[in-house]
């Protein structure tokens, strides 16, 4: 019963070609968030959405956009990865901005 | 400025042994969330258990148990009688009522438990 879909789990791509993570959540949740997290670090919040509303951090690279269609789905591009995007990447859901945020599996991206 | 802080990089034990993990936070905000997260090698992210700042009471979940002391800025996290399946990268993390959607986490305890 995953509430918080991430796919695919892996994805390998090339430097500097463009690749699209998906999520997508059955919560019905208001606020979608991307999150990317390397190695042995603490995940780094990207950008939100709540609803169509979106939230950019200061320091996300413009190499990384996001897109959400609808409530259920929401999409992180990558323009043109670099050897230092290598990371995991963690979808997360929350019904309204001050309560619970719930994770996807998360998505491992290689760039070669 | 938020800020949380995992002292504890990596901690191991023995199955059975009790453990506690600290987290020790810093907010001038009045109204915050406080939360624990587990991180198994999987990679997902567990959510444990939020706390508001108004409620300094502990809470009790089976084998876990948490501890909140405004006095000292702490939310420390226990685990009785440790099993293998703790073993994961636990995450505390804080949000305060000026951006409740930016999650400050700690850097992490990784929990080593052994048969």
């Known amino acids: 019963d995953a509430m918080v879909i991430q796919n695919p789990r892996y994805q390998v791509t090339q430097f500097g070609k463009p690749v699209t993570l998906s999520c997508s959540q059955t919560?019905?949740?208001?606020?979608m968030y991307w999150y990317q997290q390397k190695s042995s670090q603490a995940p780094k919040l990207l950008f939100h959405y709540y609803d169509k509303d979106f939230n950019n951090e200061a320091d996300t690279p413009d190499n990384f956009q996001s897109r959400r269609p609808n409530t259920s789905f929401c999409f992180l591009d990558i323009r043109s990865p670099g050897l230092g995007d290598a990371a995991m990447y963690l979808c997360?859901?929350?019904?309204?901005?001050?309560?619970?945020?719930?994770f996807g599996p998360g998505t491992r991206l290689l760039v070669l | 400025a938020q800020k949380v802080t995992q002292a504890q990089t990596e901690i191991s034990v023995v199955e059975k042994e009790d453990v506690t993990l600290d987290c020790v936070y810093e907010t001038r905000d009045t109204t915050y969330y406080l939360f624990w997260y587990k991180q198994p090698p999987s990679g997902e992210l567990v959510f444990l258990i939020r706390r508001n700042s108004f409620d300094e009471q502990n809470e009790i979940s089976g084998r876990y148990s948490w501890n909140f002391q405004k006095s000292t800025s702490s939310f420390n996290f226990t685990i009785t009688a440790s099993q293998v399946v703790d073993s994961a990268v636990y995450f505390c993390?804080?949000?305060?009522?000026?951006?409740?959607?930016?999650?400050?986490f700690g850097s992490g305890t990784k929990l080593n438990v052994k048969p």
């Open positions: 997360a859901t929350s019904r309204e901005q001050q309560e619970t945020q719930y």
């Open positions: 993390a804080l949000s305060t009522i000026y951006n409740f959607n930016k999650f400050y």
């Open positions: 919560l019905n949740h208001n606020v």
